[in-house]
């Protein structure tokens, strides 16, 4: 029937404990931020009212989960169906990022039970781009469920669903390959909404939807290398490696041309000076190129691209310097006024990464429960 | 507009063309519409070789709408009624009176039949044949029904007007009612208020010279640039209502900071009206109720004002405020990056990069076996 299989493996591990540590000491302060209310755990303050829950679950946790829409691009509107063994697991990943994501801007919000205003129409602000952030994002999870829903119902060998919902699959995986091209570029429109308080090296204005969406798309794919990497080290899979190295190429193609538009940006706005300011935030422009540079040096030579543990340094540099660029933008170089700063707390800290324990916990059990991944070999 | 015409229109109004358009480009904007509209009413103001008639009706009223009308600035009333607009009929403005003033109506209506504007203020009596307001002899209810037979359209002007107003609360012994209600299978312009924006009056008028026909109006009549949104969407004290900062009663720490008056029984979150825009009497400043500290008392909604008991808490029509607010304490200078905060980031990098390098050297040790899978 399908050539995914369920891995099959001893679910609870070593490593999975470990995670279940760290994921239970996010949920305890997760649980004392519904308690005691935002500020007895973040440090937020009046100017920074978007701390790492926003910047790092959703706008920098949606990118990373941008895998099933590169993957969903490639191989269903560029027809390059060699791609599709990689798709399940890659589909699994964004679902999981994009929950956490819709996760994050839930507990972010001050007042979380008016959350339901949302889906009330006439409380809709056209003008407003969080409106489409939010509601895009709300209906790509959703998206994301019923893609992933073929390895469920295998599972559970409802076939005849499974043929009901093979027949419409089509038309969700349209809307998953517009939604988060719509939200991923309104990401970008929000740095726009923030004008002057965001650093000028990051503040292009109209070029910022462009720029979310290139670097959501290069980060898209490297996610899929590190998966895949991850995949063959951590749970002894079969290399992907010759799989993986295409992906490669079209991270070059995506980030020569972020870098391209982002330098020649710099240079019709007449900001190329600020990069010589020797300022923090010139050293930090400098720590994201040079992220930016490491994957393009080693993606470009051919020998290189062959080699699997090069790949993944090149996927982790990209996607490191993906995360950088946002986080530059939206929070370390971000300038709300005079006289506030922000750091996040350590429990702040820990809800985040509890929450990506968490993930990392129910990705493994799903994917060791459900046939997500492909069957050895890359020949079909 | 040509020079001749302005000329002509300078004299007329004794108004020079800046403050003219100044006027209108004021109009248009409160009606929320283009510096087109402002243009295409100047125009037809200006160019209007036959000012358009008014007849003016009042029934059971204390003539607020038109003592609103006497503190517009622009323009001022004697400049709009006898210059901008031929008020043929009014009766607290009427020079003549009796038989002659009745008799220069009659003979207005017939020969503007089907053209002359009707602004009726002040309710309408309606218990035993109406009988409890009578001009000329007649009932307030029988004139007001002829003039509307043959009228271009009808407005109803302040509250009363509109749907009754204070005769129309209590016991209501004459059984006031507002002129659609007698009126009906008509369309009738209402602008609730007590006392009325002059302003909302005037944008009304304008837009039907100009255009040929009335602004976009709601279920209840009302005209959607004046009366579409509550005085709460957009009252200045709003993020205090949001932030759940109250004045609790009157002269306390919060009203005097200026706090949001719902606790003290605004009636602005369920009453309709742009109060909270254009303010009052065109000297800024916060010249509306709230603005100088006293709760809204709903004056131009149904149900509401005259109805609610002054003090009550509103029926909020958006969101209710809740009971407990989150603390927001502005944490200005905070205490920047905490030690165990920077060792946790720094771990979770290093943790990232570490596996990175151990899952790159794996892959590198295996990579080439594993290529066939």
């Given at each position: 029937?399908?050539?995914?299989?369920?891995?099959?493996?001893?679910?609870?591990?070593?490593?999975?404990?470990?995670?279940?540590?760290?994921?239970?000491?996010?949920?305890?302060?997760?649980?004392?931020?519904?308690?005691?209310?935002?500020?007895?755990?973040?440090?937020?303050?009046?100017?920074?009212?978007?701390?790492?829950?926003?910047?790092?679950?959703?706008?920098?946790?949606?990118?990373?989960?941008?895998?099933?829409?590169?993957?969903?691009?490639?191989?269903?509107?560029l027809n390059k169906g060699k791609y599709h063994p990689l798709i399940r697991p890659a589909l699994l990943a964004s679902l999981l990022g994009y929950a956490l994501g819709g996760l994050g801007a839930f507990f972010d919000m001050g007042r979380w039970w008016q959350f339901y205003n949302i889906l009330l129409p006439w409380n809709w602000n056209f003008n407003s781009v969080m409106l489409e952030v939010g509601l895009c994002v709300l209906t790509y999870i959703l998206v994301l469920v019923i893609e992933f829903s073929p390895a469920v119902l295998e599972h559970f060998g409802a076939k005849k669903l499974l043929a009901v919902l093979n027949k419409m699959l089509f038309f969700f995986i349209a809307i998953g390959v517009l939604l988060p091209t719509m939200h991923q570029s309104s990401l970008g429109s929000l740095l726009i909404a923030m004008g002057y308080k965001v650093n000028p090296l990051w503040q292009t204005w109209q070029l910022q939807p462009l720029l979310a969406l290139l670097t959501a798309l290069c980060m898209g794919f490297s996610i899929v290398v590190f998966e895949g990497s991850f995949a063959t080290a951590g749970l002894r899979r079969p290399s992907e490696t010759p799989l993986l190295k295409g992906l490669g190429m079209a991270i070059v193609g995506l980030l020569g041309a972020f870098l391209a538009v982002r330098f020649i940006t710099l240079l019709v706005q007449g900001k190329l000076g600020l990069l010589f300011a020797f300022d923090f935030a010139s050293f930090m422009f400098l720590v994201e190129t040079v992220l930016f540079v490491v994957p393009l040096v080693i993606l470009l030579s051919p020998k290189r691209r062959e080699n699997g543990g090069q790949l993944l340094i090149a996927a982790v540099s990209m996607l490191l310097g993906g995360a950088l660029y946002r986080f530059d933008a939206f929070l370390i170089t971000f300038a709300p006024g005079v006289g506030y700063s922000y750091f996040p707390s350590v429990p702040e800290i820990m809800v985040t990464v509890g929450l990506i324990a968490f993930e990392i916990m129910a990705y493994l059990v799903l994917v060791k429960l459900f046939p997500v991944m492909h069957d050895a070999g890359h020949e079909a | 507009m040509n020079e001749h015409d302005i000329e002509r229109l300078e004299r007329r109004l004794g108004m020079s063309r800046r403050d003219f358009m100044k006027f209108f480009a004021g109009l248009a904007a409160t009606m929320g519409l283009s510096s087109f509209a402002a243009e295409a009413m100047a125009e037809a103001v200006a160019v209007q070789r036959k000012r358009p008639v008014v007849i003016w009706l009042h029934g059971q009223e204390c003539t607020g709408p038109s003592e609103t009308l006497l503190r517009a600035e622009h323009p001022t009333l004697e400049r709009l009624l006898l210059d901008m607009i031929s008020l043929d009929y009014h009766q607290t403005l009427d020079t003549g009176a009796g038989h002659q003033v009745e008799a220069a109506k009659e003979a207005s209506m017939a020969a503007n039949k089907g053209q002359y504007l009707l602004v009726v203020e002040g309710s309408i009596p309606t218990k035993d044949g109406g009988i409890y307001c009578k001009i000329a002899n007649k009932t307030m209810l029988e004139h007001t029904k002829e003039a509307a037979e043959n009228a271009a359209a009808i407005i109803a002007f302040g509250s009363c007007a509109?749907?009754?107003?204070?005769?129309?609360?209590?016991?209501?012994?004459?059984?006031?009612?507002?002129?659609?209600?007698?009126?009906?299978?008509?369309?009738?312009?209402?602008?609730?208020?007590?006392?009325?924006?002059?302003?909302n009056f005037l944008a009304t008028v304008m837009h039907f010279l100009t255009f040929g026909k009335l602004p976009a109006l709601d279920a209840q009549g009302r005209p959607l640039f004046a009366y579409g949104r509550l005085i709460h969407e957009n009252c200045y004290r709003r993020p205090h209502f949001d932030a759940g900062r109250f004045a609790e009663e009157f002269g306390d720490e919060g009203h005097k900071q200026g706090y949001c008056l719902y606790k003290l029984g605004c009636k602005g979150p369920e009453t309709y009206a742009n109060c909270s825009v254009i303010e009052f009497n065109d000297i800024s400043g916060g010249t509306w109720p709230i603005g100088v500290g006293h709760p809204c008392f709903g004056c131009a909604e149904k149900g509401v004002g005259f109805t609610k008991p002054l003090f009550s808490l509103a029926d909020v029509k958006t969101h209710t405020p809740p009971a407990m607010f989150p603390e927001i304490s502005q944490r200005q200078g905070s205490s920047g990056v905490g030690t165990g905060a920077a060792l946790l980031t720094g771990a979770v990098v290093g943790a990232v990069v570490g596996a990175t390098a151990m899952a790159a050297k794996k892959l590198n040790s295996t990579g080439d076996s594993d290529k066939q899978g």
């Open positions: 029937m399908s050539a995914y299989k369920p891995l099959g493996s001893r679910i609870v591990t070593p490593p999975f404990i470990a995670l279940g540590v760290i994921a239970a000491i996010g949920f305890f302060f997760l649980a004392m931020r519904f308690i005691y209310g935002m500020g007895s755990v973040t440090n937020l303050n009046g100017a920074h009212a978007w701390g790492i829950w926003v910047v790092y679950d959703v706008v920098v946790g949606t990118a990373f989960a941008c895998g099933g829409y590169a993957l969903a691009i490639t191989v269903y509107v | 509109s749907w009754g107003g204070v005769q129309s609360s209590g016991p209501n012994p004459t059984e006031a009612k507002g002129v659609h209600e007698i009126l009906p299978g008509k369309t009738v312009v209402n602008l609730p208020g007590c006392p009325p924006n002059p302003y």
